[in-house]
C-alpha cells in the first residue's frame, strides 16, 4: 500500500486531483522522505568533516571502554535545524487536513468540537511560542507594557497559579478531543496511525540509524573491549576455580594420609632416624690401616711434597722430597706390582706410578 502511495505521489499531474484523504495520507509519505534526504545530507557531512578521524583518535585517547569516543554527530541536523523546520510544517500541514477531511465524513456536532479544539490547540501553540520567544529575547516586551497589564488585570497577576492550572486543563482536553474525534472514525483513524508512523520514522528512527553509523567504530571497539574484558575475567575466574580444586584436593590427600599412618608414621619416622648409621667424618688416611699406603700432603704444590723415581746402585726405588730434606719410600718394584701405593692427603686419589717423574 505504501509503495503504491509513493508511485501515485511521483506523478504530479494527479496532485492537482487529489483529494483530501489522498493529501492526508501522502503527507506522511513526504515526512518520511525528508527526513531521509536529512539523514543522508547529515551522514555525508560527518563523514567529509572528518568524524571517522576523530573517533578513532579518541579511541586510542581513551581506550576500548570508553563513553568518550561515542558522539551525537549530525543527528541534530535530522532533529532540528532546516529539515526540523520543514518537518513541524508538514505535521502542522497533515493536521489541517485531517480536519478538514474529517470534517467531511462526520456529523455537524462533531465537526464543531473538532474545529473548537483546533482553534484551541492552536493558539495555546501561538502563546507557548510567543512566552518562548520573549524568554530567549527575541521578542522584547516594553516595561510599559508589563506595568500596564499589571494595573489594568491584578487578578490575574495574583492568581497565577490557577490559571497555570486552567491553562492546562484546556491544553489536555483540547489534545484529547481532537485525537479522539479523529481516531474514533476509522476513515481518519487510519490517516492518523499513518501519521504518527511517519513521526516516529522520521524522529526516532532516522536519527537512530544515522547515530548508529556514525559510531560504528566505537560500537565495534566496544564490542571489542567487552569481549576482551569478558576473556580475561573468564580466564581469571577459571585459573581460581582450578586453584581451589587443587587446594582441597591437596587437603583431603594430606589429611588422609595422616589418618592412614597416624601416630604409627611417626614411631617409623623416628626408628627410621634411629637405623640411620652415624656418618665417618675420618679422613681417607686414618680409615686406612695398610702401612704400605702412603698419603701424600701437598702434593707437587709450591714448598710441598715431590715424589721422584730414583736410580739407585742397589736398585731403582720411590723418593719423597720436602722442604727439609728426602727420603727413600719404597723401591719402584713394589710399587710397580702394587704392594706399595701413593695417595694425596687431602682428597685420597691414588698417584699412579707411570705419574712419578725421574728424578734428573
Not at 47 to 52: E, L
Not at 106 to 129: D, M, N, P, R, W
Request: proline share 2%.
Amino acid at each position: 500500500m505504501k509503495k503504491d502511495r509513493i508511485k501515485f505521489m511521483l506523478d504530479i499531474q494527479k496532485w492537482k486531483q487529489m483529494s483530501m484523504e489522498d493529501l492526508a495520507n501522502h503527507i506522511p509519505v513526504v515526512i518520511m522522505a525528508a527526513a531521509v534526504l536529512a539523514g543522508i545530507i547529515a551522514y555525508i557531512l560527518y563523514i567529509v568533516n572528518g568524524g571517522y578521524s576523530a573517533q578513532i583518535a579518541d579511541i586510542k585517547e581513551y581506550g576500548f571502554l570508553s563513553d568518550r569516543m561515542f558522539t551525537t554527530g549530525t543527528t541534530g541536523l535530522v532533529l532540528g535545524g532546516i529539515a526540523g523546520n520543514i518537518i513541524l510544517l508538514l505535521l502542522l500541514a497533515e493536521l489541517v487536513v485531517l480536519s478538514l477531511a474529517y470534517c467531511r465524513i462526520c456529523e455537524e456536532g462533531k465537526k464543531t468540537a473538532l474545529i473548537a479544539s483546533g482553534v484551541l490547540i492552536l493558539v495555546q501553540i501561538v502563546a507557548a511560542f510567543v512566552i518562548f520567544w520573549i524568554r530567549i529575547g527575541r521578542v522584547t516586551v516594553e516595561p510599559r507594557a508589563v506595568q500596564d497589564l499589571i494595573f489594568n488585570f491584578p487578578e490575574v497577576i495574583m492568581y497565577v497559579k490557577p490559571v497555570g492550572i486552567i491553562y492546562t486543563i484546556l491544553t489536555v482536553g483540547a489534545l484529547l478531543v481532537f485525537w479522539g474525534l479523529l481516531l474514533i472514525e476509522k476513515e481518519s483513524r487510519e490517516m492518523v496511525i499513518f501519521t504518527i508512523e511517519a513521526m516516529v520514522f522520521a524522529k526516532i528512527v532516522v536519527p537512530l540509524i544515522v547515530w548508529f553509523l556514525e559510531n560504528i567504530l566505537a560500537l565495534g571497539a566496544a564490542v571489542l573491549g567487552g569481549a576482551l574484558l569478558l576473556g580475561v575475567i573468564f580466564m581469571i575466574g577459571r585459573i581460581l576455580l582450578e586453584g581451589m580444586a587443587s587446594a582441597g584436593s591437596g587437603s583431603e590427600n594430606a589429611a588422609s594420609s595422616y589418618e592412614v599412618g597416624g601416630s604409627s608414621g611417626y614411631s617409623e619416622s623416628r626408628s627410621e632416624k634411629r637405623s640411620e648409621p652415624k656418618r665417618d667424618n675420618r679422613t681417607p688416611r686414618e680409615k686406612d690401616k695398610n702401612p704400605n699406603h702412603h698419603y701424600i700432603a701437598n702434593y707437587q704444590e709450591l714448598g710441598g711434597t715431590k715424589l721422584h723415581k730414583v736410580h739407585g746402585s742397589m736398585g731403582d726405588y720411590i723418593e719423597l722430597t720436602n722442604g727439609i730434606g728426602s727420603r727413600k719410600v719404597c723401591r719402584l718394584e713394589e710399587a710397580e706390582k702394587g704392594k706399595c701405593r701413593f695417595y694425596r692427603e687431602d682428597s685420597g686419589k691414588e698417584i699412579r706410578v707411570n705419574d712419578i717423574p725421574w728424578k734428573n
